[in-house]
T-cell receptor, first 116, second 113 residues
Framework: DAMVIQNPRYQVTQFGKPVTLSCSQT?????MYWYQQKSSQAPKLLFH???????NEADTPDNFQSRRPNTSFCFLDIRSPGLGDAAMYLC???????????????FGPGTRLTVL | GDSVTQMEGPVTLSEEAFLTINCTYT??????LFWYVQYPGEGLQLLLK?????DKGSNKGFEATYRKETTSFHLEKGSVQVSDSAVYFC????????????FGSGTKLNVKP
């Protein structure tokens, strides 16, 4: 089945130690998103890629970076994690954002990040 | 700016009860509207969507109608099951920027046997 895969499902890091979360997709979608979701809150968009075009949200901290080496993979890098960065990180994809009929987002299962 | 407001939870119901989760939105023009469901420890799954006024989205017994006059997209189900226990998110995407989604804060549903 075509899907969005996130690894690892659970990640523990230390305060200030860089960490990378990964996302891959077999849907061949050209748009990939990273969201941060804290407990009992709505997902918050950090940034998205339209093909190789990177789009950062204005309020995304500089501590968060992303890479998309090819269509299938996208990475979230947290350069110096703080305690406040502990959250679920969700990756999502969509096929074609030029049409209202194709803008459904498909989510991966998420990576839960713990910062010690 | 665009936003989505949904009723606070948790909502606790007995099995086979009728469910309504209210969702209202603020947007320019005609956004697309969505309901996503999140089961414990998992990502969000699309439940249903509607792309224009008066459209009704439906899936797995859930329904929601796009009401432009009341800017609402309330989620309903006639008879809930224990397996429906999850967090439900209402969301919209802008008509001029389809890749930008606005999510409500989520409503947790607990269904008791």
């Amino acid at each position: 089945d075509a899907m969005v895969i996130q690894n690892p499902r659970y990640q523990v890091t230390q305060f200030g130690k860089p960490v990378t979360l990964s996302c891959s997709q077999t849907l061949n979608h050209n748009v990939m998103y990273w969201y941060q979701q804290k407990s009992s809150q709505a997902p918050k968009l950090l940034f998205h890629y339209y093909d190789k075009d990177f789009n950062n949200e204005a309020d995304t901290p500089d501590n968060f970076q992303s890479r998309r080496p090819n269509t299938s993979f996208c990475f979230l890098d947290i350069r110096s994690p703080g305690l406040g960065d502990a959250a679920m990180y969700l990756c999502a994809t969509s096929r074609d954002v030029t049409s209202v009929f194709h803008n459904e987002q498909f989510f991966g299962p998420g990576t839960r990040l713990t910062v010690l | 700016g665009d936003s989505v407001t949904q009723m606070e939870g948790p909502v606790t119901l007995s099995e086979e009860a009728f469910l309504t989760i209210n969702c209202t939105y603020t947007a320019t023009g005609y956004p697309s509207l969505f309901w996503y469901v999140q089961y414990p420890g998992e990502g969000l799954q699309l439940l249903l969507k509607a792309t224009k006024a008066d459209d009704k989205g439906s899936n797995k017994g859930f329904e929601a109608t796009y009401r432009k006059e009341t800017t609402s997209f309330h989620l309903e189900k006639g008879s809930v099951q224990v397996s429906d226990s999850a967090v439900y998110f209402c969301a919209l995407s802008e008509p001029y920027n389809f890749n930008k989604f606005y999510f409500g804060s989520g409503t947790k549903l607990n269904v008791k046997p």
